[in-house]
Structures are given as structure tokens and as C-alpha cells.
């Protein structure tokens, strides 16, 4: 199964809350977990990303959390703020050195009220 | 110019032009990619190149043809294109397939079918 499963499909916080976004995958292979961050009119931009053997990396407002057991894994903003008002991807890494591709969920669009 | 363009940002065509989208990045990458975003679909990869050498095709019909000059240009040629085709057309670059993991994506060329 490369298929990786995203929810919500859309979300709205009030600015200065959490936002938590969750992905669950299939594929024990995955290695390497990445979000992207995607404004309109711009392609995706890496965000955070995470390997199997942590359990939390977090770099300012942004945390992922990551639970090898459950194939699950997620994204935390803190104190969201209407900047942070895009579409998230998450995605999920395998294969060998030449065939290594990300398998992509569907996207969250989340709208930080001001 | 930085990162990763794309020209078009928009085209419209009908089912029975023949038109090239193009891709550069100046990030010194050797992997080069094509990706087609949905709506609220998973980004579905259909070309990948590492090193001016398909490595990947994901069962992308042929109306759309891929071309890769130089690790730096990336052209999608299409014709004869049907409605359901239209989409946003990403490309991504990462330092190559081996580290296919980080990969940096430009703006997409919005593109509609009529």
C-alpha cells in the first residue's frame, strides 16, 4: 500500500490555537515523513519533516508527532496565526536510492481566523 | 531568478493544440520532476528524471510526452488533451533521486482544457 491517508480535509482555528492535522500510512517501508506548505498561486514548500526512529521534531511553531506503532503521524501549530491560513501535505518517503519517491495525502486547507 | 520556475502560470487550450510547459531550477539538482495537482487529490507524480534519464513513468498517457535537455530544463509537451486534464502542473527538483526525499517545487502552470 503507498497510499497515505490525511485528515482533515479542511480546518478552521481561531488565531492564537492549535492546529492539528493527522496522517496515517500503510507502508512499513516509509522512512522519512515530510509536510509541505502550499500558499495559492505557489507550489508546495517543505515545511518540517521527520524519520521513523524520533518521536517528536519541532522547529518554532510547527511539531510533528510521530507514532510508529499506530502508522500515524501529525502536525501541530501552535498559536496559529492567519499567516499560517494554506493548504498542508503530508507525505511519506521509500524506496531504494534511485527509485525514492514521496507518496503525497490530500491536502488540509486550514483557515486561521484573525 | 532562484528556485524552481515555470512558464506558463496559466494556459488555456483546446483538445486538439499541441503546447509545452517548461521548467528551470537553479538549485544545482540533477533530479528533476513532473507532478499533476487535483483538487483536493493527492499530488500524482507522472515523470521523474535523474540525471537527463527517465527513471520513471507512472502509467501517464501519451498525449503528454516528457523531455529533459539538461539537468536543468524540464519540458512536458502535450496534445490532444481532454477536459479532465486540466489541473495544476507541478515541478520539483532535489539534489537527485537519492536524496528525493527534500524536493523543492516551483509554482505550477495552471492549466485548463476547453
Known amino acids: 500500500q503507498q497510499q497515505v491517508k490525511q485528515s482533515p480535509q479542511s480546518l478552521i482555528v481561531q488565531k492564537g490555537g492549535i492546529s492539528i492535522i493527522n496522517c496515517a500510512y500503510e507502508n512499513t517501508a516509509f522512512d522519512y515523513f515530510p509536510w509541505y506548505q502550499q500558499f495559492p498561486g505557489k507550489g508546495p514548500a517543505l515545511l518540517i519533516a521527520i524519520r521513523p526512529d524520533v518521536s517528536e521534531k519541532k522547529e518554532g511553531r510547527f511539531t510533528i508527532s510521530f507514532n510508529k506503532s499506530a502508522k500515524q503521524f501529525s502536525l501541530h501549530i501552535m498559536d496559529s496565526q492567519p499567516g499560517d491560513s494554506a493548504t498542508y501535505f503530508c507525505?511519506?518517503?521509500?524506496?531504494?536510492?534511485?527509485?525514492?519517491?514521496?507518496?503525497f495525502g490530500s491536502g488540509t486547507q486550514l483557515t486561521v481566523l484573525p | 531568478e532562484t528556485g524552481v520556475t515555470q512558464t506558463p502560470r496559466h494556459l488555456v487550450m483546446g483538445m486538439t493544440n499541441k503546447k509545452s510547459l517548461k521548467c528551470e531550477q537553479h538549485?544545482?539538482?540533477?533530479?528533476m520532476y513532473w507532478y499533476k495537482q487535483s483538487a483536493k487529490k493527492p499530488l500524482e507524480l507522472m515523470f521523474v528524471?535523474?540525471?537527463?534519464?527517465?527513471?520513471e513513468n507512472n502509467s501517464v498517457p501519451s498525449r503528454f510526452s516528457p523531455e529533459c535537455p539538461n539537468s536543468s530544463h524540464l519540458f512536458l509537451h502535450l496534445h490532444t488533451l481532454q477536459p479532465e486534464d486540466s489541473a495544476l502542473y507541478l515541478c520539483?527538483?532535489?539534489?537527485?533521486?537519492?536524496?528525493?526525499?527534500?524536493?523543492?517545487f516551483g509554482p505550477g502552470t495552471r492549466l485548463t482544457v476547453t
Open positions: 520539483a527538483s532535489s539534489q537527485d533521486r537519492r536524496q528525493g526525499r527534500e524536493q523543492y
Open positions: 528524471y535523474n540525471f537527463k534519464e527517465q527513471t
Open positions: 538549485l544545482g539538482h540533477n533530479a
Open positions: 507525505a511519506a518517503s521509500s524506496g531504494p536510492g534511485s527509485a525514492r519517491q514521496l507518496t
